[in-house]
């Protein structure tokens, strides 16, 4: 069973962000929500990607994507970077975070997410 996040919950997870910032909470969608510049630098890459053309239906009734081999069409795509020497930190930052939600009765591990879909 799911837990629902009460005002007090949200009052300590609050409290936490004030103490450790770096991110924020969406409650409804139950989210992290990482900041750029917090725990990581988020980069925009600018390259040139083939065009696609169209779309061939399998036998397995999958879809193979048809691209372009001569058409090149400018795209981005977009990077979140660690830095090596915060690893640790970032780390840390991360259990503490697991701490506080599991104190709270969220779960933070997949299989209690798998095993309410069930």
Known sequence: MKKKITKKD????EEWIRKNGACSF?????????????????????????????????????VQVLFSKKKLIPSEKY????????????IDYLNRMKKMLNKLGIKTDIQSLTSNIS
Do not use: Q
Request: charged share 40%; glycine share 6%; proline share 2%.
């Open 10 to 13: 949200k009052k300590i997870m």
């Open 26 to 62: 969406d409650y409804k969608n139950k989210d992290i929500i990482l900041h750029d510049g917090g725990l990581f630098s988020i980069e925009k890459k600018k390259y040139k990607s083939h065009k696609i053309i169209g779309y061939k239906k399998l036998p397995d009734k999958s």
């Open 79 to 90: 990077e979140a970077v660690f830095w090596m020497n915060e690893l640790d930190e970032t």
